[in-house]
């Protein structure tokens, strides 16, 4: 039948796409299950400065699959963002994290804590996104700037002055915005400038080859200056070894998550770390104040 169908349809009858569509429209259903039945967890990592005080956390989202046991992100936010479903998913983040920056307001070792949620392109540029940060706010009660919101780049293409109005709005809230991923998008410097944003994170690539690729090091290197010279925060993000700390912090940058910190947590987990954070032998010495 494969030949009847003709040649531009031969591919549907390719047994391995026919599987992964198979795969995916079984995972499509059960996130949806997983939405009603809330199989998601919020895990939180550490965000830490170069003297190694604790300033707060990213939320990484987790599915507990009832099947599958734990899904990555990796697997079910693009598929998420596919159908649509990444909107009430996203909502439901955002929700979690403000009842939690809420309740962590009335706690002197967490109020001072941030919160940093991922915002996928297609929920940032659904209409009424503004709205719903807003009513999230109120309605927790969260103190807006504890709250930040991570944009990846294929978040602000399109419509220039649409975004641009939308994050000033935000930041009007007293809402903080950070770059993801920053130096593997496309979006142009000039445009940079003009985007109200409080953070560039460093994506982990550059982070992981530091060491051993000078074209790594470079770009790393160039970010930070970036940041300095428009004013905005630089944080390094998979940064799993002393080396790559400390090159960074010789780089100028004051910013910091990654296993060597602290790998993503269950909240319980993470409090607990809070609680422990002071003590922890294994904090990372500041390096000699060099400045470059
Ligand atoms: P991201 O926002 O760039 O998050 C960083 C990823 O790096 C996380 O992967 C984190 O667990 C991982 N990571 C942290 N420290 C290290 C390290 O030292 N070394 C290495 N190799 N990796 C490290 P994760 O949790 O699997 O999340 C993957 C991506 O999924 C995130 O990338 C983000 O784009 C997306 N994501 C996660 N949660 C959400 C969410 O609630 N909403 C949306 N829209 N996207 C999310
Ligand atoms: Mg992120
Ligand atoms: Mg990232
Ligand atoms: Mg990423």
């Not at 807006?144 to 935000?170: C, F, P, Q, Y």
């Not at 790393?220 to 080396?243: D, P």
Request: net charge neutral; with cysteine; glycine share 6%.
């Amino acid at each position: 039948q494969a030949k009847a169908a003709g040649r531009n349809q031969l591919c549907f009858f390719d047994p391995v796409t026919q599987a992964a569509l198979a795969e995916r429209a079984v995972l499509e259903a059960d996130l949806r299950v997983a939405l009603r039945n809330t199989q998601f967890e919020l895990h939180l990592q550490a965000q830490v400065t170069h003297l190694g005080a604790l300033t707060g956390a990213e939320v990484l989202l987790r599915w507990r699959h009832p099947v599958r046991g734990w899904v990555s992100p990796a697997q079910f936010i693009p598929l998420a963002e596919q159908t649509g479903l990444i909107v009430p998913l996203g909502e439901w983040v955002l929700q979690q994290a403000c009842f939690q920056l809420a309740l962590w307001a009335e706690q002197p070792r967490m109020a001072g804590l941030t919160l940093a949620v991922n915002v996928s392109a297609h929920q940032f540029r659904q209409k009424g996104f503004l709205e719903t940060v807003q009513n999230l706010l109120s309605r927790s009660g969260a103190p807006a700037h504890r709250l930040k919101l991570e944009l990846t780049e294929s978040a602000l293409v399109d419509d220039v002055e649409a975004v641009i109005a939308l994050m000033g709005e935000l930041k009007q809230l007293g809402v903080k915005l950070s770059l993801d991923d920053f130096g593997t998008g496309y979006s142009s410097l000039a445009y940079l400038k003009r985007l109200p944003l409080k953070q560039l994170k460093i994506d982990q690539s550059f982070v992981r080859d530091l060491l051993n690729e000078p074209n790594a090091r470079a770009i790393a290197h160039a970010i930070l200056q970036l940041g300095e010279s428009l004013g905005l925060q630089v944080i390094a993000e998979g940064v799993e070894t002393e080396a790559q700390r400390s090159l960074l912090v010789e780089m100028g940058c004051l910013a910091f998550q990654g296993y060597l910190f602290s790998p993503p947590l269950p909240l319980a987990d993470f409090i607990q770390l809070t609680r422990d954070w002071p003590s922890r032998p294994r904090l990372p010495a500041p390096g000699p104040a060099k400045v470059l």
